[in-house]
């Protein structure tokens, strides 16, 4: 017979996880050159701006500011809209598909071999670990272009055969959770069928965009066939409602996004609309429930939260929900929190002061409301930079604020059910559908719940994961239209008569 | 008996609206006498007259709601292949019935061959359009096409029969539930219609035929949040009700789907935009 | 009465269940890991404490093996203040061969593979006799084989009773418990024969013998480090973790030690609980120690064969 007793530890039974594994800096360093101002890259080149209405983007990790920005405005638009005008029809339209696609594969080249030093800026101006941008933006972006250089001399076999032709000139809007990924989205298939574009970034993180521009330049994309246009919401309106624009593509809230459909109603304008979610990650008591915990951590923490599919309400089957909590918290402690620059850091800064505020008011609303409020780390916060803990909230219901409205931060909301259909009616109770994750070892259990959801986008024991190949986006309020994919080509592309 | 001098009084049918597979009068009573804009035909009697067409109110459209909304889990469940035989059942319905519509032959005949068209992508379109997306990581990763929900319609009234047709296979036959609104003045196409779709065995609520004022009917329809999805001829409406019903999409994102008109069945790409593309990751 | 196990434990291991794909992706991130400067050194003198200086050949000899037990004590005589590995692991032949150059109170543990090592293939009563002979002539902890033939067949049950008569005949010697996961095919295995080693009162659970590919792998010790959680949280038993063969860079070393650090905490963090059944890893340790201490990368000249 064994004896056991002389083994046992003499504490309870816990793992002392926090700063178990200390770890020294360790700094990606690679030069990048900020300049002190960016004004807009129209036609080729970059044009100072106006002084007035001039702001900061600001490094998130220090709350000091990297660079001055310009706002476009109606004039400098009307520009940028007149050079990609001027760009489609004396050049990028009459240029054969197989030339347009080389251009794609330059800059997906140059994206490429740049990629370190995209990456760094990224994490500058985002905030997000510099894990993330290196191993996940960075070469998602290349891969992205990549993918689409190859579309665009094949367009008729993505629309079933029949013959296509380009929109004209792309409106694209887009958010600061992933600036370069979602200028990658906007712009490759936008080129690669044949558009010319003009974006606007996020004006809290326009760095990268600027770069791109470095890019644009080397590749010797011809001038107007992508401008760059700076600014927020008065900028971005501009770009909106100007008559030369024909297919508006945003990536945003769905409060923006309705402004912006309204701001088109009565015009003959397309639209693409990637908007909000409030992801559901059910896991079944058959799950392979370590591996659920790295999906749950994966599908909120990932981005600090700041991703409009994040898994943001955790369905755990009732039968195993205080076990799971407990291995969700167990992995919530190790995640280390601080310098997104360092290589270790494993969730970064939030983007901004604003953003910070508002996670932290979701977080009073749902005290208010009744939710036990659980937060962990491996280390402390820094004492400078938009930080927040890793939160989870647990003895919240369906009908709670936090669990309806999408609150865009690394706060998790721990729901449970009893059986598969009810998870599946709970999943789908939300105004949103754009994404959800189900967790399950019993492959036909996987496959009923994944289709039963309504969502455009579900992960079977995976969550956050993308790939230029694979079609994203939503269902009512998360938007229309979708990005990735053959289905990527289809909102930038009309059919026309032989 | 009728006697040899005497004229046989006809005994006139009144249109009532089709909702969830039941011929019913307006919750709100009213019945409109309509003079029926009828191209000379050869179906048509020698005798055109007025018509008695139940009119269509927001709350009939509320209660039509109910009622596809809850059909269109069941219909989208249904094999490609039994959505499929139902539409073609639908043609030979047509067909049988071209007596019953009050126009011309060719028209009917138009019609039937649409719908026959468009059955056949039942279970078909799904192989063309979905995907198996060839990802960087082991995933199984593939993108299907699942029905956008419930739609309201409206084709162009020029279109006639062919349009009302198009539209209705169009959408069921991508697992949708589908209201056709139809102006007062097609009343008797639209009864035609309903009467071949009471028996061609397509569920009850699939297809509503709602005779209406189309504008009107469209502002209630603007307003119903549960509503997925409007389809629209450019020349159904007229531009401030498009734009109107823009606006109001935009509160939910409602998807819209303008097309030109009849002419040409819907193409593939069309049919898409009555679907939502969802993609599946499956760990492997 | 010896320790039994029931239907329902044997029902509760085969149940246990592993997504491969979320396995990997997790290994992925720690092997992103960047350990750097102090971190680096401090990690790197640990897992120099931790290796279990190992050879199993054919050909070992008397001489061969007092070699290894010199550089177990001091892996590189001009830095003295280098920690001892923690064990050597060798044949039952060499036990007394070893115990004579370590003497009575080494730092070193004397380890040593029984039970027909590797293979397992001999009826129990022999392995029972083979280990209680080795325990005699002085080894400090036992390295045992499970009968894998028995557990693919889904004899569940004579797995168990074998390690728990194995680990009777152990008496005061440590039990290391191989799972030689390289034959098992399956994550899902290894979870289950973890949590069975570990039920049979294994004080260590062991990847790979090292004479079969794949040895041990982050992925593999990722799941046995869970299964070793699961155990410590449901008895408040703590269990040991010794991956062995094919690790032989101090940078794959490091990433063990971060997994571990992560899944089971501070408290493992000590040779007392974690261990790496390797030779050339040593070498590796000490030429990334002597990079940070000098400046200067080291040619393999620099160290003692093994």
């Known amino acids: 017979m064994n004896d056991v007793s002389t083994k046992q530890d003499p504490r309870a039974r816990e793992l002392a996880l926090a700063g178990a594994l200390e770890l020294s800096p360790s700094i990606e360093k690679h030069p990048v050159e900020i300049r002190p101002r960016y004004g807009h890259f129209i036609a080729g080149r970059w044009v100072e701006g106006r002084d007035e209405g001039v702001f900061e983007t600001v490094n998130p990790a220090t709350a000091k500011p990297l660079a001055q920005i310009a706002a476009a405005d109606e004039a400098e638009v009307d520009a940028a809209v007149a050079a990609a005008r001027k760009a489609y029809d004396e050049v990028w339209s009459k240029l054969s598909g197989l030339e347009r696609g080389k251009y794609l594969f330059r800059i997906a080249r140059r994206l490429q071999e740049r990629a370190r030093e995209f990456a760094t800026l990224e994490t500058t101006d985002n905030g997000k670990p510099i894990r993330e941008t290196r191993d996940v933006d960075i070469p998602l972006v290349a891969a992205h272009f990549f993918y689409y250089a190859g579309w665009a001399d094949k367009l008729e076999h993505a629309a079933a055969g029949r013959k296509v032709a380009p929109l004209g000139v792309a409106g694209q809007i887009i958010p600061w959770n992933f600036p370069l990924l979602m200028l990658a989205w906007k712009i490759a298939p936008a080129l690669a069928t044949g558009n010319t574009v003009v974006l606007k970034p996020a004006e809290t993180t326009p760095l990268t965009a600027a770069l791109f521009c470095d890019v644009l330049q080397e590749v010797g994309l011809p001038p107007g066939v992508v401008n760059i246009v700076n600014g927020a919401g008065e900028t971005g309106a501009a770009l909106v409602n100007h008559p030369g624009i024909d297919k508006i593509a945003f990536t945003g809230s769905t409060e923006v996004g309705r402004i912006i459909m309204r701001s088109i109603a009565g015009t003959k304008k397309k639209a693409t609309m990637e908007l909000g979610g409030k992801g559901a990650n059910i896991v079944f008591a058959d799950a392979a429930l370590d591996q659920a915990v790295e999906g749950c951590v994966d599908g909120i923490f990932f981005n600090q939260g700041h991703v409009c599919c994040a898994g943001s309400r955790l369905l755990v089957e009732e039968s195993i929900a205080e076990d799971f909590v407990a291995r969700l918290r167990r992995r919530v402690s190790t995640l280390r929190i601080g310098d997104p620059l360092d290589k270790n850091t494993d969730v970064g800064a939030i983007n901004s002061k604003d953003q910070h505020g508002m996670i932290d008011r979701y977080l009073d609303i749902a005290a208010q409301e009744g939710a036990k409020v659980w937060q962990g780390a491996a280390c402390e916060l820094p004492s400078t930079g938009y930080y927040h803990l890793p939160t989870i909230l647990t003895g919240v219901q369906q009908t709670d604020t936090v669990v309806r409205e999408e609150i865009f931060g690394p706060v998790l909301s721990v729901l449970t059910f009893r059986t598969p259909a009810e998870a599946i009616k709970k999943a789908n109770d939300t105004e949103y559908g754009l994404a959800c994750g189900v967790w399950s070892e019993k492959t036909s259990k996987l496959f009923r719940t994944a289709h039963a959801l309504n969502c455009g986008v579900v992960w079977a024991n995976g969550y956050n994961l993308f790939d230029p190949s694979s079609p994203f986006g939503g269902v009512r309020h998360s938007g229309f239209g979708r990005e990735g994919g053959i289905a990527g080509l289809w909102p930038y592309m009309q059919e026309v008569a032989r | 008996m009728i006697g040899p001098s005497q004229t046989r009084i006809l005994v006139e049918k009144t249109i009532k609206l089709y909702v969830g597979g039941k011929f019913i009068r307006s919750e709100s009573g009213r019945v409109d006498r309509i003079t029926p804009t009828r191209p000379p035909t050869d179906n048509a009697g020698a005798d055109p007259r007025d018509i008695y067409v139940c009119r269509a109110s927001r709350k009939d459209f509320r209660d039509a709601m109910e009622l596809a909304r809850k059909a269109q889990a069941g219909w989208a469940g249904r094999s490609g292949y039994n959505r499929g035989q139902i539409l073609y059942r639908l043609a030979e319905m047509l067909e049988d019935r071209a007596e019953a519509f009050p126009v011309a032959r060719e028209q009917v005949h138009a019609a039937v061959d649409r719908v026959v068209h468009h059955a056949g992508w039942s279970d078909k379109i799904s192989s063309l359009l979905s995907s198996l997306n060839p990802v960087a990581t082991a995933h199984v990763n593939y993108s299907m096409l699942r029905p956008v929900g419930v739609v309201v319609a409206l084709p162009d009234p020029a279109d006639g029969l062919l349009g009302m047709v198009e539209a209705l296979s169009a959408a069921t036959v991508m697992g949708n539930t589908v209201h056709l609104f139809v102006p007062l003045e097609s009343g008797e196409l639209a009864a035609a219609l309903s009467e071949a779709l009471a028996t061609c065995d397509m569920p009850g609520g699939v297809v509503n035929v709602l005779t209406t004022d189309v504008t009107g009917l469209l502002e209630w329809a603007n307003h119903h949040d549960d509503l997925d999805a409007i389809y629209l001829a450019a020349a159904a409406i007229d531009d401030d009700a498009l734009k109107a019903t823009q606006l109001e999409a935009a509160r939910v994102m409602r998807r819209l789907i303008l097309v030109d008109g009849a002419a040409q069945p819907a193409s593939a790409l069309t049919l898409q935009r009555l679907a939502e593309v969802k993609t599946v990751w499956m760990s492997s | ?306």
């Open chain 3, 1 to 306: 009465m010896p320790l039994q196990c029931t239907e329902s434990d044997i029902r509760r291991w085969r149940a246990a269940s592993v997504d491969d794909m979320s396995v990997a992706a997790r290994v992925a991130r720690v092997r992103k890991r960047s350990i750097k400067t102090e971190s680096k050194v401090r990690l790197l003198r640990l897992a120099l404490s931790m290796v279990d200086l190992t050879t199993l050949e054919g050909a070992d000899s008397p001489e061969r093996v007092r070699g290894l037990c010199h550089k177990a004590l001091r892996p590189h005589p001009p830095m003295p203040e280098l920690p001892s590995c923690a064990a050597v692991c060798v044949y039952p032949t060499m036990v007394a061969t070893a115990r004579a150059v370590l003497g009575a109170d080494s730092p070193v543990k004397l380890a040593a593979v029984a039970t027909a090592f590797p293979s397992g293939q001999l009826p129990l009563a022999l392995k029972v006799q083979e280990v209680r002979e080795t325990v005699a002539a002085g080894a400090d902890e036992i390295d045992m084989v499970i009968n894998r033939g028995a557990f693919l067949s889904g004899d569940y049950a004579r797995v168990f009773d074998e390690i728990v008569a194995i680990k009777d005949a152990c008496g005061p010697a440590h039990l290391k418990v191989i799972l030689e996961t390289g034959e098992l095919g399956t994550l899902d295995n290894v979870a289950a024969a973890s949590r069975l080693a570990m039920a049979a009162g294994g004080d260590f659970i062991k990847t790979s013998t090292g004479k079969i590919q794949p040895a041990a792998t982050l992925e593999v010790a990722l799941v046995m480090f869970e299964a070793i959680r699961e155990h410590f949280l449901e008895t408040g038993v703590r269990v040991g973790m010794k991956p062995a063969g094919g690790i032989r860079s101090a940078k794959l070393a490091l990433h063990y030690l971060a997994l571990l650090a992560e899944t089971l905490g501070a408290d493992w963090m000590t040779n007392e609980w974690f261990r790496f059944g390797a030779s050339s890893l040593v070498n590796d340790l000490l030429r990334q120690l002597l990079w940070r201490d000098e400046g200067y990368y080291q040619s393999p000249r620099r160290f003692s064969v093994d």
